[in-house]
């Protein structure tokens, strides 16, 4: 894959699409990029509510990503690639996620908050394994506010990408444990981010971000999120996509350590 010619359409938004209702494997007929997030957010969401089996959300997944991949580089060709250096050193930079925070906010020690043993992002009742990695903003009175500036905290995306979904909805009360949350497909890494438990949402599915650019403010939402024994953090976990379609979780505890810091 030529990553300048993705990233050039994260940066300088040149993606034009057409609108069609064929499968998504087959991107003659040019399947709009809203369009498989719309896919994506579906399935997300039957996965959460348990509507659709863990083999036929597997498929569909599949799909989806094989079909947004090729979607993407279909669109290659037809780039503006003005900037080539700029979108070259663009090319594997990353932010921390958390506005005017470190990486000593990441919880645990050495990252040993992270543990994929077990995870299946296809059923919803596999429980306890954390991919992810936890950052705690400084909020003792668990109001979601920083105690030290008095406002809240920005969520900025760790590198460019397309937001595939989001969640805004979640209420106190409410089982469902990633509380308001977002997926960005990062096209040069091919995987997602997964940043949950936001109070508030600012991105739509669809639109590109780039690194650094606010996505949310860190919040509460979520079932465990919400208890008080919980300090507030961003809850962030990628997967990675494989060749079949599928994700496999992996460990951001250095691209953390040694992203560039957001101020």
Known sequence: MR????????????????????????TSDRRTLYEFCQDFQQLYVEIRE??????????????????????????????KQDSVSVL??????????LRNYT????????????????FDLFDYKV???????????????????????????????????IVLGIETGWQPGSEYRGGNWIWIYDPVLHGLFYYAH???VAVTPGQ???????????????????NPRSPTHLH????????????????TYTWLLTANLAN
Request: aromatic content about 6%.
């Open 208 to 226: 590109w971000v780039r690194a650094g650019q606010k996505i949310s403010e860190v919040g509460r939402t979520g079932f465990n999120a919400y």
């Open 198 to 200: 936001n109070k508030v």
């Open 103 to 118: 990486p000593k906010a990441i919880g645990g020690t050495h990252g040993e908050g992270y543990r994929d043993k077990g």
């Open 3 to 26: 990553l300048t010619g993705l990233v050039a359409a994260v940066l300088l938004g040149t993606f034009n699409a057409a609108s069609s209702q064929t499968v998504i494997a087959d």
């Open 50 to 79: 348990q509507t659709v089996s863990p083999d036929s959300a597997r498929m569909r997944f599949s799909s989806i990503m094989h079909g947004l991949q090729a979607r993407l580089r279909s669109d290659e060709d037809t780039l």
């Open 127 to 161: 429980r306890g394994s954390h991919p992810a990695h936890d950052i705690f903003i400084t909020d003792r009175n668990q109001d979601s506010v920083d105690d030290k500036t008095g406002e809240r905290v920005d969520v900025v995306a760790m590198t460019a990408g």
């Open 236 to 251: 962030l976990m990628y997967l990675a996509i494989q060749p079949n379609g599928l994700p496999v979780p992996r460990n």
């Open 88 to 97: 070259k050193a663009a090319v594997g930079a990353m932010v921390f996620p």
